[in-house]
Each structure stands twice: as structure tokens, then as C-alpha cells.
T-cell receptor
Framework: DVKVTQSSRYLVKRTGEKVFLECVQDMDHENMFWYRQDPGLGLRLIYFSYDVKMKEKGDIPEGYSVSREKKERFSLILESASTNQTSMYLC???????????FGQGTRLTVV | AQKITQTQPGMFVQEKEAVTLDCTYDTSDQSYGLFWYKQPSSGEMIFLIYQGSYDEQNATEGRYSLNFQKARKSANLVISASQLGDSAMYFCAMREGDFGNEKLTFGTGTRLTIIP
């Protein structure tokens, strides 16, 4: 059974903290993605990666960075969390073609 | 500019009726892929159906079909004989870009409610 696992389901952090969201996939997928989901705005792409150590900015990369040191792991980093980064964060992975992406269960992050 | 546009924030449909969820897209690529996902209240993202830009036939998966009109850049999802379990958010998405370095972009979604 294919699996994309996000390290936390719920997270509460303070403003200014450095936050790490981890995502691991066991399908040997080349591509990995990070999204945030907000009501009325759908899923917005933050960053994606097509290979180890490779990363591309999505549509809303400001305030975020990513790390992909191993093929199976893609980390989203909030360098200094702010309240406007309170959101649901979804990680996904896919093969390097037009096939569908598989999603993790999501991390609901609250920044206070 | 929006890459994926879903103009119906919400829809209410009687059980057993067919429903069409609209999706238009914008890309200058010749090769791209279009997807529909379902997100029930549990939050998981469930892949429903895929259409490649070079596919001549409309994709079908059980009760789901994708009405692909390339010239109009339209990729509407049709659900036949709707069921109560179809109540969910539905997202249209597109993969575009160079092979291996492909962006996957989603629309804002349509909340579908099936009425008994």
C-alpha cells in the first residue's frame, strides 16, 4: 500500500519559532510537493522537488524553504513562523511523469 | 493569472442525479495532464480521474467521466447517478512543465453536497 507520511497531524508553534514539517514517502517517487490549503483558496503550491537536492519555487514560496537530502524525505521549513502561516499543510509525491500524486494526511499548523 | 479555474464554490444536487463540476485551465504547454481529486470531510485527498492532453478519448472511471474540450481548455468532471457519499470538496489540477520537472497546480475547489 502506497504511503506518504507527514510527521505531525497537529502542531502549535509560537510566532518567530523555526518550524520543520517532515514528509516521507515509501514509493520511490522522484517528485515531491508541499501545499498549503486554506478555505476558499484551494491548494496552493509552496515548493516542489524533482530530485534529491533539487527544488523549485511554487506559487507562494515566501516565508518558506525546503530541504531534500534523501529521495524519500522532503522537509518544509518555516524560518520564522508568523500567524499568517496558520494553515493546513499537505505533502504529496508522484512518479516523474504525468501520473497522479499521492497525498499525506496533512498537518494542521497553528501559529500563536 | 489563475492556472486552474473552478467557478462553482458550492453545488447542491439531488441524490441519483448527474452532476457536472466545471474546470478551465490555462497553459501554453502542448503536453500536460489534468486530474480530479475528491476531499471528503476526513481531509484525505482521493485521486479520481486523469486526462492526458494527447488523449483523444474522454477518460472514464466508473461513475466518473472527464469531459475534455481541448480547444476551450475545459476539463469538466461528470458524476453520474450521484450518491450521498459523493458529498465532498472536489479539486481540479494540472501538471505542466518539462518532463521530470513538472508543476502540479490545483484550483480553488467546488464543495458538492448531495441532498437525499
Amino acid at each position: 500500500d502506497v504511503k506518504v507520511t507527514q510527521s505531525s497531524r497537529y502542531l502549535v508553534k509560537r510566532t518567530g519559532e523555526k518550524v520543520f514539517l517532515e514528509c516521507v514517502q515509501d514509493m520511490d517517487h522522484e517528485n515531491m510537493f508541499w501545499y498549503r490549503q486554506d478555505p476558499g483558496l484551494g491548494l496552493r503550491l509552496i515548493y516542489f522537488s524533482y530530485d534529491v537536492k533539487m527544488k523549485e519555487k511554487g506559487d507562494i514560496p515566501e516565508g518558506y524553504s525546503v530541504s531534500r537530502e534523501k529521495k524519500e524525505r522532503f522537509s518544509l521549513i518555516l524560518e520564522s513562523a508568523s500567524t499568517n502561516q496558520t494553515s493546513m499543510y499537505l505533502c504529496a509525491s508522484s512518479l516523474r511523469d504525468r501520473s497522479e500524486a499521492f497525498f499525506g494526511q496533512g498537518t494542521r499548523l497553528t501559529v500563536v | 493569472a489563475q492556472k486552474i479555474t473552478q467557478t462553482q464554490p458550492g453545488m447542491f444536487v439531488q441524490e441519483k442525479e448527474a452532476v457536472t463540476l466545471d474546470c478551465t485551465y490555462d497553459t501554453s504547454d502542448q503536453s500536460y495532464g489534468l486530474f480530479w481529486y475528491k476531499q471528503p470531510s476526513s481531509g484525505e485527498m482521493i485521486f479520481l480521474i486523469y486526462q492526458g492532453s494527447y488523449d483523444e478519448q474522454n477518460a472514464t472511471e466508473g461513475r466518473y467521466s472527464l469531459n475534455f474540450q481541448k480547444a476551450r481548455k475545459s476539463a469538466n468532471l461528470v458524476i453520474s447517478a450521484s450518491q450521498l457519499g459523493d458529498s465532498a470538496m472536489y479539486f481540479c489540477a494540472m501538471r505542466e512543465g518539462d518532463f521530470g520537472n513538472e508543476k502540479l497546480t490545483f484550483g480553488t475547489g467546488t464543495r458538492l453536497t448531495i441532498i437525499p
